[in-house]
């Protein structure tokens, strides 16, 4: 590589346990706050004692990473508004970086699979993406809580 590339490189890991340490703390505070949302129908992350391989990463990982997924009670129409709705999070296919992305898996291939083999595949439409960066875990929640404030009662479904 370049020499400028390998600057880059080096510069970047001296800060790496850094950047993964806060990404997994804000990663876990998010999951642990989306999981006692009503709204929220489930969290899909290893480090909630609800995952069904918390054990075994818990003996694997130092950390549970930065990416996590929910799912909305509201369906499609839910996972779209939330995300629009959303201030700090770029709305991007992307896993992230220093700035936190969220996408919605079942909008990303609407145009490739029917509902049915979205469902098939796992892929329920109220699902939603985050890749959580580096920004402060209260900014996130605050943005989510936000978020979530705008969507219509589905806590009966």
Do not use: C
């Not at 130092?62 to 939330?82: I, M, V």
């Not at 439409?125 to 979530?148: P, Q, S």
């Amino acid at each position: 590589i370049s020499p400028f590339d390998a600057w880059l490189a080096l510069r970047g890991l001296r800060t790496l346990p850094m950047r993964v340490e806060r990404h997994n703390r804000t990663a876990l505070a998010v999951a642990q706050f989306l999981a006692g949302q009503p709204a929220v129908k489930t969290v899909n992350y290893p480090g909630l004692t609800s995952h069904p391989q918390h054990e075994l990463a818990k003996r694997q990982m130092h950390g549970y990473g930065g990416l996590l997924s929910f799912e909305l009670r509201g369906g499609y129409a839910a996972a779209e508004q939330l995300i629009a709705t959303l201030g700090i999070p770029a709305r991007s296919p992307s896993l992230g970086g220093v700035r936190s992305v969220v996408v919605q898996p079942a909008a990303m291939w609407a145009n490739e699979l029917t509902d049915e083999q979205l469902a098939e595949a796992g892929v329920p439409a109220g699902l939603v993406r985050l890749a959580v960066g580096l920004e402060h875990e209260a900014d996130l929640i605050a943005d989510l809580t936000n978020g979530l404030a705008t969507l219509p009662d589905t806590t009966t479904e």
